[in-house]
């Protein structure tokens, strides 16, 4: 089984930055896909990055591309998401999911980490 636990939320002012990191067990890095979703109050999940599997790529959402960098630490089974240029818009509870044995995240995961939050003050 999939467990994940996101960390590194926090107070920023707006146009500062935060580094997220997701420590993931039962996870594969060849096998599955694993991204960034948030969720801000009132509103949608949003995906915000996806990092397939076997190496194919980071997708990110518009909203963040050239704010945000996912990257990972195999050794670690770690993945972490650095957020620089942070504006208020980005005030959300940041999750980690899975979906296993895919190259693809979708908004149904099939595995979800217990959230941060990352507040961004104007």
């Known amino acids: 089984e999939v467990q994940l636990q996101a960390s590194g939320g926090g107070l920023v002012q707006a146009g500062g930055s935060l580094r997220l990191s997701c420590a993931a067990s039962g996870f594969s890095f060849d096998d599955d896909a694993i991204g960034w979703f948030r969720q801000a109050p009132g509103k949608e999940r949003e995906r915000v990055s996806c990092m397939g599997n076997r190496g194919r790529g980071i997708d990110y959402s518009e909203s963040v591309k050239g704010r945000f960098t996912a990257s990972s630490d195999k050794a670690k089974n770690t993945v972490y998401l650095e957020m620089n240029s942070l504006k208020p818009e980005d005030t959300a509870v940041y999750y980690c999911?899975?979906?296993?044995?895919?190259?693809?995240?979708?908004?149904?995961?099939?595995?979800w980490g217990v959230g941060t939050l990352v507040t961004v003050s104007s």
């Open positions: 999911a899975v979906r296993q044995y895919t190259s693809t995240c979708m908004n149904e995961m099939d595995y």
